[in-house]
């Protein structure tokens, strides 16, 4: 159970710095475009170790974190920049 709170968790905030970025990237934000990209290294890393071992039930459990992630970073990141 922790396994999959931990890849749900690393999923969602992996997605959601990838979403970010991408906005950051579009709207041509250098700063928070070059700090975001330290963090998603840091979140794959993570994130891989932590997958390695998974199983079909994770692979649920990541995309679900997944797809939460970008609505996330889509929503707060609109909401920051409206």
Same mark, same amino acid.
């Given at each position: 159970?922790?396994?999959?709170?931990?890849?749900?968790?690393? %999923?969602?905030?992996?997605?959601?710095?990838?979403?970010?970025?991408?906005?950051?990237?579009?709207? %041509?934000?250098?700063?928070?475009?070059?700090?975001?990209?330290?963090?998603? %290294?840091?979140?794959?890393?993570?994130?891989?170790?932590?997958?390695?071992?998974?199983?079909?039930?994770?692979?649920?459990?990541?995309?679900?974190?997944?797809?939460?992630?970008?609505? %996330?970073?889509?929503?707060?990141?609109?909401?920051?920049?409206?």
């Amino acid at each position: 159970m922790l396994d999959s709170l931990l890849l749900f968790i690393s %999923s969602f905030i992996l997605v959601g710095l990838l979403g970010l970025q991408s906005k950051n990237v579009q709207h %041509s934000r250098y700063l928070m475009a070059a700090l975001t990209s330290i963090f998603i %290294s840091i979140s794959q890393f993570i994130f891989v170790k932590i997958v390695a071992t998974g199983n079909m039930i994770d692979l649920i459990v990541v995309c679900c974190g997944g797809a939460i992630g970008i609505i %996330s970073a889509i929503y707060l990141h609109d909401k920051r920049y409206s």
